[in-house]
């Protein structure tokens, strides 16, 4: 049992649990409701905050989306109102489900909105970026310019272009020859000699280099006319086939800013060209000049069969006149030999005749020799008669 004092009349009475519990449960109802009530009253105070904001991003459909979450929050608080603790807390659920909904929408809105703001900035701050190192850039060249030499302006173009060509010397121009110019025998030199050869040591190609810059701050401007007959002096004085000015005077002449520009009409074989066509200008040279090469070799080639053939018929000329002359001597004599042999034969032919003469005589004489005998001896020579028969009488007593 439970002792409860009126709060009206200060009277006591005594309450078992069951009705304890059910005024307890009476007042914890009050006040949970009038909480549950503030908070609503809250959410539907940033409710209407956060659809209003949507609205303004999202027209027709934000309008809606809230419409209908305004009508079921209206819904869930006369649900509320005339429900349960057990339907006040789903109700509870669903309405902080609406709440989480609404809740993520406005998040989205907000971090696309976030994306694109930060997104512009990071193109605006790039593009600043960009411009404030050109800016700085140009700065720092007026600055160099400003407190540079003409002289050493020049040399500055010159280390520029030395550094460029090495940059690239192993892989382009391996067997190439790029050095400064330092025979000033003739009373002149130019700035850097380029040669260039073949694998078999034969000279592609050759050009003389000049260098010439001066500074902002210089009073007397020069033009590039003015060099252009010192450079190629120096050219044919150090036998270079071209001649090339690398150069940053007449900045604001458009003539030379438009690229590669050839002075033929000047002087043969000699172009004025701006830094950045430095490699370009030695590129088109070589290559120029490889191809000029191969049509040289063949044209070569063919002066030399046609040479060939030429010697081939000089020397078939002089075959034929040494051979001619050669006949003639070898005709005369063997004309001379052949008479030489008529007169032999001829000689012999006699000598024939005379031994068949003399054999002809030598049987006639054999012949009477045969026929000769004592008799025809000794007949009309007495003498020689006795004399026969003396040895004849003689042989005969011998014999007996």
Request: aromatic letters at 6%; proline letters at 2%.
């Amino acid at each position: 049992m439970h002792e409860i004092i009126c709060p009206h009349c200060s009277k006591a009475f005594k309450i078992d649990e069951a009705g304890y519990a059910d005024i307890l449960k009476q007042v914890r109802d009050g006040e949970f409701e009038q909480q549950l009530h503030e908070r609503l009253e809250l959410a539907e105070q940033e409710k209407r905050n956060a659809v209003a904001l949507a609205e303004a991003k999202l027209a027709n459909a934000s309008q809606q989306v809230a419409a209908v979450k305004d009508a079921e929050i209206q819904t869930l608080k006369s649900k509320i109102e005339a429900s349960g603790m057990a339907q006040q807390l789903a109700i509870a659920q669903a309405l902080a489900s609406v709440e989480k909904e609404r809740d993520t929408l406005k998040g989205g809105l907000e971090r696309a909105q976030l994306e694109k703001a930060l997104a512009e900035k990071s193109l605006k701050d790039k593009y600043e970026t960009q411009l404030k190192d050109r800016d700085d850039a140009i700065e720092r060249l007026r600055d160099m310019k400003a407190r540079l030499s003409t002289k050493m302006v020049g040399e500055t173009l010159e280390q520029h272009c030395e550094t460029e060509f090495n940059r690239i010397r192993a892989t382009a121009f391996p067997r190439a020859y790029f050095e400064k110019d330092n025979d000033a025998r003739s009373g002149s030199k130019g700035d850097f000699i380029f040669r260039d050869a073949d694998e078999a040591g034969t000279e592609i190609v050759s050009i003389m280099f000049e260098m010439k810059n001066e500074s902002d701050l210089t009073a007397s401007k020069s033009k590039n006319e003015d060099f252009l007959k010192e450079l190629d002096k120096d050219r044919n004085e150090k036998g270079c086939e071209y001649a090339v000015m690398v150069s940053l005077l007449e900045p604001d002449n458009e003539f030379y800013n438009t690229g590669i520009v050839d002075m033929f009409h000047r002087f043969p074989k000699m172009y004025i060209v701006r830094p950045q066509f430095f490699i370009p200008i030695i590129t088109l040279l070589r290559n120029a000049a490889m191809n000029s090469m191969k049509y040289k070799t063949e044209l070569a080639l063919v002066k030399a069969q046609s040479v060939d053939i030429t010697n081939f018929e000089n020397e078939l000329e002089t075959f034929k006149s040494a051979f001619a002359r050669n006949y003639d001597l070898a005709s005369q004599r063997f004309q001379k030999a052949i008479d030489e042999i008529d007169k032999s034969i001829d000689h012999l032919q006699k000598t024939k005749e005379a031994l068949l003469g003399t054999d002809r005589n030598l049987r006639l004489a054999n012949d009477k020799a045969q026929d000769v005998t004592i008799k025809k001896l000794t007949k009309g020579n007495p003498t020689m008669a006795a004399k026969f028969a003396e040895l004849k009488e003689e042989g005969g007593s011998k014999g007996d």
